[in-house]
């Protein structure tokens, strides 16, 4: 999916939220359990009973990864699932990878040929040569983290390197990388204020902001700093969503937290545009 096409998207639905699918077997419902395949009847009810309100879906792959290749083969069905029926959605596989560069082609392989995602998330540490295979798959998107929302992020993101904070750093560098064009970035909504500052470094480029929900990030903060002329924004929420029931009401207790959100987006998009 082109950058072009998601922001269409965005507008047709007044939504800029992205579904967290990061399914853990001792939280969903227990009837779903006698399933065939718990992890995909699941997913598919959630993406049936949300699609409306959002634009984009974020397995993380550690919760299919944890279930070996029973698990793999779900999340295989659900990128499947989401590419025959809601072809207009945008995916991402949250899956922090990035090695030296034959292993990150393979991975890009894995995540953009094989099982057809339109974006994947990247660890910068490894730099340059780390980054650009995944760069290099035309209307493929590589999501590099950058200021993420957990606490540990103040370890070594936020120090200062030659007088600059490294996050910083690898929003500066990042941008001289070949195909620069195809790069968002992973800010925390716990992290809104410094979204400012990064504003000002990445001015155009697409931000996924996870936090909001479970982690307490606030929306409001997030459009009101990080919001630009094309929106530039993916809000993920994961668990606020998909376990805001767990009786047989799952779906429909889902779809009245995302459209909750979406009301929230489309006034800010009001706002704006
Ligand atoms: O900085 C980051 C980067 C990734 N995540 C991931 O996003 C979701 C958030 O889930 P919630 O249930 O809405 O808290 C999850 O997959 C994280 O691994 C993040 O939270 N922060």
């Known amino acids: 999916m082109t950058t072009k096409q998601l922001i269409a998207q965005i507008h047709k639905k007044k939504s800029f939220l992205c579904v967290g699918l990061d399914v853990d077997l001792t939280k969903i419902p227990e009837h779903l359990l006698k399933e065939e395949d718990p992890i995909f009847a699941f997913n598919k009810a959630i993406i049936d009973a949300t699609h409306e309100f959002c634009v984009a879906y974020k397995p993380n792959t550690a919760f299919y990864e944890a279930y070996g290749i029973k698990g793999w083969m779900a999340l295989e069905k659900t990128i499947n699932y989401l590419n025959t029926n809601y072809p207009e959605i945008f995916t991402i596989a949250d899956a922090k990878r990035g090695d030296i560069g034959n292993t990150s082609t ?53 120090k200062k390197l030659e007088g600059t904070a490294l ?39 697409f931000l996924l902001v996870p936090g909001v929900g479970a982690q307490g990030g606030s929306l409001k903060e997030v459009c009101n700093y990080g919001m630009n002329k094309n929106v530039g924004l993916l809000v993920n929420s994961s668990r606020g969503i998909i376990y805001a029931s767990k009786g047989e009401n799952f779906a429909q207790e889902a779809m009245k ?14 706002r704006k545009f």
């Open 167 to 205: 996050y910083k750093q690898v929003l500066e560098t990042s941008k001289t990388y070949k195909n620069a064009q195809n790069l968002m970035y992973v800010v925390g909504a716990t992290k809104a204020t410094y979204l400012q500052e990064i504003r000002q470094i990445v001015p155009d480029n």
């Open 257 to 270: 937290n995302a459209k909750e959100l979406q009301n929230q987006m489309a006034q800010e998009l009001a």
């Open 106 to 158: 393979m991975y890009a392989k894995a995540f953009f040929d094989d099982l057809g995602f339109d974006s994947v998330t990247i660890a910068p540490y490894m730099g340059k040569d780390s980054v650009e295979p995944f760069l290099a798959f035309e209307d493929k998107h590589t999501i590099l983290l950058a200021l993420t929302s957990n606490e540990g992020a103040f370890d070594f993101q936020t």
